[in-house]
């Protein structure tokens, strides 16, 4: 069984910058895929980012891309992820989940593990 746990969220004006941070406890993160999702209110949750266990392989979606950075730390058990040049349609819950390793297309995949959620709100 893993627990994941996310933090780092908050309230931030437009063009600033906040980082997430996904901890898991109960057992190493070795071999998982881990993304971020989102949700926004009347919205369906979707992927934002993700990385392979090994970090080689990152996925982002078109949205956040070049703005958003996903990084890991297996030893610390933590997964980050980087959010400049925020904008308020970035406004949303931000989940992190976990997925047995890579394979097809990321926006299908289904998750072994969820974090509670974090909230971010960017206000213009």
């Known amino acids: 069984q893993v627990q994941l746990v996310e933090s780092g969220g908050g309230l931030v004006q437009a063009g600033n910058s906040l980082r997430l941070s996904c901890v898991a406890s109960g057992r190493t993160l070795d071999r998982y895929t881990i993304s971020w999702l989102r949700q926004a209110p009347g919205k369906e949750r979707e992927i934002v980012a993700a990385?392979?266990?090994?970090?080689?392989?990152?996925y982002y979606t078109d949205s956040v891309r070049g703005r958003f950075t996903i990084a890991r730390d297996n030893i610390k058990n933590t997964v980050y992820l980087q959010m400049n040049s925020l904008k308020p349609e970035d406004t949303a819950v931000y989940y992190c989940?976990?997925?047995?390793?890579?394979?097809?297309?990321?926006?299908?995949?289904?998750?072994?593990?969820w974090g509670q959620g974090t909230q971010v709100t960017v206000s213009s």
């Open positions: 990385i392979g266990w090994s970090g080689a392989n990152r």
């Open positions: 989940a976990a997925h047995a390793g890579w394979n097809d297309d990321p926006r299908m995949w289904e998750y072994d593990y």
